[in-house]
């Protein structure tokens, strides 16, 4: 499966899938203007490996800022990674946010209280 990375701007976050590292990681900004057209090819990676996963999935994010509507997308993702779970894969969302930004720390809060995944919170300085 070809990976899909995604080189990050003040505008989009930075994304890496890739299946044959085992690397999935969301870090950075995300605020495109058209955000079903930035994230739609996502969903169709994700949805695409959910069929074939590996035998870990390790999942990270690390955002500085989303707005409203990349929210709802990213909680597209985490459903994604929760029906991949339900089926009994093994899969695990790291969510990072600054110690400092209480919103990022309440965004994950809330984002694992819809979901229901094996996380972690991890506060970095």
Do not use: C, H, Q
Not at 50 to 56: G, I, L, R, T
């Amino acid at each position: 499966m070809e990976s899909l990375r995604i080189k990050g701007t003040d505008e989009f976050p930075e994304i890496v899938l890739d299946k044959d590292s085992s690397k999935f990681k969301f870090s950075g900004r995300s605020i495109p203007e058209d955000v079903r057209e930035f994230y739609t090819p996502i969903l169709d990676w994700i949805n695409k490996y959910a069929m074939s996963p590996n035998e870990n999935t390790i999942v990270e994010f690390k955002m500085d800022y989303f707005n409203t509507a990349s929210s709802k997308k990213i909680l597209d993702i985490l459903e994604v990674f929760e029906k991949m779970y339900e089926k009994g894969n093994n899969v695990f969302i790291k969510w990072y946010y600054n110690e400092l930004d209480d919103d990022m720390e309440e965004a994950g809060e809330s984002f694992f209280e819809i979901v229901n995944i094996p996380n972690e919170l991890i506060a970095y300085n």
